[in-house]
Structure formats: structure tokens, C-alpha cells
């Protein structure tokens, strides 16, 4: 082709993809290619979002909106202008599970920057995030029962309506008015209003996705891949046959959840609370143990040494529990640690059972031999926390008999781009 024609060919458009996570914000720029789509950019910026409030207790689990919004504005402000100008559509995914409310009309302002005009939140409350743990399971149980076969759990936006009504001593039913309408995947919610960033005015934006389903759909190609996932907290999936409807009712006790996917899928679910957090947890204990003995020691430090000291232990004996933040599903059981030997309280040995602990727990919930029953080939491993800690990707390779494929952008934001990229 002359160079002339391709210089007369208008410029490709480029999908958007948002994804609003629990620790930071990611933004991924989609093109088209011959062969498929293409991540051009991306960015992603950290909120240092968690707050408190009187209101919610120790049990509270909050997040300040501004910052949230803050870092999405960030994120966006680094990609570059050339190309967030021949966005066409946007996909937005987030945290699921959590709320957060505001005053009608008055959600977000409008205000200039150096990019050009931007959103900050207005009359909004904190969002009330899904580690929220503020609805105990007596409460939660006087409750009415969904009409689902999800079960509700602390968290869950709508059980935290209940509890604020019930700390104000308000008597009247659920404010069912407050609910989004619920539209097919990929469809389209509105047009942004003005150009932001540099995307025109008028891109299409795609209603709220899931994270966890943008995560499964940037890497899920067959059906006999398991998709393992750990961030925050962790996940492990499978595709379930063509025509699957899960049952009418919840069952609370069950450790596998069926979640919607597209095209009328669904996905059998060990949604595990326990992930890269209770890594965090284990490194914030340390952190603390050693400002008490007198020394200051950054976080970030004490991560890479207790790494490096579990990757000189291949094996330990000492058995850890990590269910620090409980399970949906038996929320009473929390962490413990057996099998304590002399031999076996190095730091070393304490964070290889750490680690070994997260996955032998997601494996209990969804058992091997279920993969196995299932079709499943091979395992897709992804997330911040699987990708920064070799000793987790020692642990997922020696507990699962599958080859474990570990995914370069298996992402939310990409998912979400990919979503509208293939319905736009």
C-alpha cells in the first residue's frame, strides 16, 4: 500500500478501560489489530484510600471517594493525549459488593485542570467496601432471604442499607428506588458530556462490570482453563457447561458461588476473603513487632526479606490457617497455626506456610479433584499479589498437578476494554 493511502486512513479508535480496585485505580487504552485487540498504554496509580468512621467501628471497612477519583484522574492525565483522543468507548469495571451514596444531582463538580476539564466528587458518602465486616451473621440472619442463589454476606451493598436503617431506627422497608436498573453486559449506559482528559465528548461509556468477570474475560479463552486469581484477596474459577442455571436458593454454607458471566454463562467461584491481604496483615504484625522493640523498619523492606527468607525454606512443616478475615461461608472460623516446632519458627518458615496456607485454602474450597472432574487442563494465575511473590507461584505450581500459566495483562481495566471493543 502507497503511503499516501495509508496517511489518508483515518486513525483507529480506541476503547478505554477503567477498573476502580479495592488498593488502585488501573486505566488500559485498547486498539484494533488484525489479529485481535492490542494493549496500547496503560497506567495505574495506588488511592491510599482507607479511612474510618465512628459510625462503622473496628469492623468498618471504608474508602475516601476523593482519592479514589483523585488517582482515576491521574492515571488518565499520564496516558497520552494523542490516543485517549480517538477513544470511542468506555468500560468501567470496580470492586463488587460495596456502596456508597450520594445527594441527588450533586455526586460530582466539574473543574478545569491542565489536561482540560475533570470530575471530583460533591455530596457523596465514603464507600463502604466488600471487606466491610460491620453485619454480623446475627444480624445478617433477621434479615429477608434473597431471591437468589447468592447468599447475602457483610459487605454486600444492600445489607449495609439494612444496617444503616437499623442504626437510625428507621422502620420503613428497603429503599428499592435506590437500585440501578440491570442491563446486558457491554450495553451502553450514556455519553460523557464534555471532553475529559482529551477523550471527546459523546464516547460511549458501558454500564458498571464486575471486576472479577473483566479479570476471568482478559485471560479466559477455553473452557478447560481454570482461572486462579490473587490480589487483595484471592479467587479460583471454571467455566460451567452451556445452558448451567444455578439453583433458586442460596445455600450459606457452600464454599463455591455461581456468578453471572456474559452471553448467559455462569462461573463456579471460590471467592476467598483471604489473598494478598493477609500477607499485608503478616507484614503490618512485623512492622509493628519491630517499632515496639525500638526500630523502624519500612513495610516495603520488610516484604522483600520475608520473601527472600522463605525462598531459602522449600518445605515447612509448620501449618497456617489464613483465614484472618473470615469466609463468606463459615465466617466464625478465623486464622490459626498448628504443627509448631522448634525447628520451624524462622521468619523464613513462618511466611512459606503463610503463603501455602492462602492456596491449600482456595483449594479446599474448590478442590482439585472437581478441576479435574470438570475438563480442567491447565491453570491461568494472575494478580498483584501472585505476581510480585515467587514463593505463592512455588506453592500454586506444587499444590495443583496442572501446568500453571501465568497471564502478562490479565487485568480488570483490560477486560473491561475488551468487553466493549467487542460489543462496540
Given at each position: 500500500m502507497a503511503a499516501s493511502e495509508a496517511a489518508g486512513r483515518p486513525a483507529p479508535t480506541c476503547?478505554?478501560?477503567?477498573?476502580?480496585g479495592t488498593t488502585s485505580v488501573k486505566a488500559a487504552l485498547l486498539t484494533g489489530a488484525e489479529q485481535g485487540q492490542v494493549v496500547a498504554e496503560s497506567c495505574s496509580r495506588e488511592t491510599q484510600a482507607h479511612t474510618s468512621s465512628l459510625e462503622a467501628g473496628p469492623q468498618g471497612m471504608e474508602q475516601n471517594v476523593w482519592r479514589i477519583v483523585r488517582a482515576l484522574n491521574e492515571c488518565l492525565a499520564a496516558l497520552p493525549q494523542q490516543q485517549l483522543q480517538r477513544v470511542s468507548h468506555i468500560g468501567v469495571s470496580g470492586q463488587m459488593h460495596g456502596i456508597l451514596f450520594w445527594k441527588k444531582d450533586k455526586g460530582c463538580k466539574w473543574t478545569e485542570c491542565s489536561t482540560g476539564p475533570t470530575f471530583e466528587?460533591?455530596?457523596?458518602?465514603?464507600?463502604i467496601t466488600w471487606q466491610d465486616g460491620r453485619c454480623s451473621p446475627t444480624f445478617l440472619s433477621s434479615l429477608p432471604l434473597p431471591q437468589s442463589h447468592i447468599s447475602l454476606a457483610t459487605g454486600f451493598g444492600c445489607a449495609t442499607v439494612y444496617w444503616y436503617s437499623k442504626k437510625r431506627l428507621k422502620k420503613s422497608g428497603f429503599p428499592v428506588h435506590l437500585l440501578p436498573e440491570v442491563g446486558d453486559p457491554g450495553s451502553i449506559a450514556g455519553r460523557t458530556i464534555c471532553a475529559w482528559h482529551g477523550i471527546p465528548r459523546g464516547a460511549k461509556v458501558g454500564i458498571?462490570?464486575?471486576?472479577?468477570?473483566?479479570?476471568?474475560?482478559?485471560?479466559?479463552?477455553?473452557?478447560t482453563d481454570a482461572v486462579l486469581n490473587i490480589g487483595t484477596s484471592a479467587q479460583l474459577t471454571i467455566s460451567m457447561p452451556p445452558g448451567f442455571q444455578p439453583p433458586e436458593t442460596p445455600?450459606?454454607?457452600?464454599?463455591?458461588?455461581?456468578?453471572?458471566?456474559?452471553?448467559?454463562?455462569y462461573l463456579a467461584v471460590a471467592a476467598s476473603l483471604n489473598g494478598g491481604n493477609v500477607l499485608?496483615?503478616?507484614?503490618?504484625?512485623?512492622?509493628?513487632w519491630t517499632e515496639e522493640l525500638g526500630f523502624q523498619v519500612e513495610k516495603s523492606a520488610i516484604y522483600m526479606k520475608i520473601i527472600k527468607a522463605a525462598?531459602?525454606?522449600?518445605?515447612?512443616?509448620?501449618?497456617?490457617?489464613?483465614?484472618?478475615?473470615?469466609?463468606?461461608?463459615?465466617?466464625?472460623?478465623?486464622?490459626?497455626?498448628t504443627n509448631i516446632a522448634f525447628s520451624n519458627l524462622s521468619l523464613g518458615h513462618i511466611t512459606r506456610a503463610v503463603c501455602r496456607g492462602i492456596v491449600e485454602n482456595l483449594c479446599s474450597m474448590l478442590p482439585v479433584q472437581r478441576l479435574m472432574d470438570t475438563g480442567v487442563r491447565r491453570i491461568l494465575g494472575s494478580g498483584s499479589a501472585l505476581a510480585r511473590n515467587e514463593?505463592?507461584?512455588?506453592?500454586?505450581?506444587?499444590?495443583?498437578?496442572?501446568?500453571?500459566?501465568?497471564?502478562?495483562?490479565?487485568?480488570?481495566?483490560?477486560?473491561?476494554?475488551?468487553?466493549?471493543?467487542?460489543?462496540?
Amino acid at each position: 500500500m502507497a503511503a499516501s493511502e495509508a496517511a489518508g486512513r483515518p486513525a483507529p479508535t480506541c476503547v478505554l478501560g477503567i477498573d476502580l480496585g479495592t488498593t488502585s485505580v488501573k486505566a488500559a487504552l485498547l486498539t484494533g489489530a488484525e489479529q485481535g485487540q492490542v494493549v496500547a498504554e496503560s497506567c495505574s496509580r495506588e488511592t491510599q484510600a482507607h479511612t474510618s468512621s465512628l459510625e462503622a467501628g473496628p469492623q468498618g471497612m471504608e474508602q475516601n471517594v476523593w482519592r479514589i477519583v483523585r488517582a482515576l484522574n491521574e492515571c488518565l492525565a499520564a496516558l497520552p493525549q494523542q490516543q485517549l483522543q480517538r477513544v470511542s468507548h468506555i468500560g468501567v469495571s470496580g470492586q463488587m459488593h460495596g456502596i456508597l451514596f450520594w445527594k441527588k444531582d450533586k455526586g460530582c463538580k466539574w473543574t478545569e485542570c491542565s489536561t482540560g476539564p475533570t470530575f471530583e466528587p460533591e455530596e457523596v458518602s465514603h464507600l463502604i467496601t466488600w471487606q466491610d465486616g460491620r453485619c454480623s451473621p446475627t444480624f445478617l440472619s433477621s434479615l429477608p432471604l434473597p431471591q437468589s442463589h447468592i447468599s447475602l454476606a457483610t459487605g454486600f451493598g444492600c445489607a449495609t442499607v439494612y444496617w444503616y436503617s437499623k442504626k437510625r431506627l428507621k422502620k420503613s422497608g428497603f429503599p428499592v428506588h435506590l437500585l440501578p436498573e440491570v442491563g446486558d453486559p457491554g450495553s451502553i449506559a450514556g455519553r460523557t458530556i464534555c471532553a475529559w482528559h482529551g477523550i471527546p465528548r459523546g464516547a460511549k461509556v458501558g454500564i458498571a462490570l464486575g471486576d472479577f468477570q473483566c479479570s476471568v474475560y482478559s485471560c479466559l479463552t477455553e473452557r478447560t482453563d481454570a482461572v486462579l486469581n490473587i490480589g487483595t484477596s484471592a479467587q479460583l474459577t471454571i467455566s460451567m457447561p452451556p445452558g448451567f442455571q444455578p439453583p433458586e436458593t442460596p445455600d450459606p454454607s457452600s464454599a463455591v458461588t455461581y456468578f453471572p458471566y456474559f452471553n448467559g454463562d455462569y462461573l463456579a467461584v471460590a471467592a476467598s476473603l483471604n489473598g494478598g491481604n493477609v500477607l499485608a496483615t503478616f507484614v503490618d504484625m512485623v512492622a509493628q513487632w519491630t517499632e515496639e522493640l525500638g526500630f523502624q523498619v519500612e513495610k516495603s523492606a520488610i516484604y522483600m526479606k520475608i520473601i527472600k527468607a522463605a525462598l531459602a525454606q522449600n518445605d515447612s512443616k509448620l501449618s497456617v490457617h489464613p483465614t484472618v478475615f473470615g469466609e463468606r461461608h463459615i465466617p466464625e472460623r478465623l486464622a490459626s497455626v498448628t504443627n509448631i516446632a522448634f525447628s520451624n519458627l524462622s521468619l523464613g518458615h513462618i511466611t512459606r506456610a503463610v503463603c501455602r496456607g492462602i492456596v491449600e485454602n482456595l483449594c479446599s474450597m474448590l478442590p482439585v479433584q472437581r478441576l479435574m472432574d470438570t475438563g480442567v487442563r491447565r491453570i491461568l494465575g494472575s494478580g498483584s499479589a501472585l505476581a510480585r511473590n515467587e514463593v505463592l507461584r512455588q506453592e500454586v505450581e506444587r499444590i495443583f498437578p496442572f501446568p500453571v500459566v501465568y497471564g502478562k495483562d490479565v487485568d480488570a481495566a483490560v477486560g473491561a476494554a475488551m468487553v466493549m471493543f467487542h460489543r462496540k
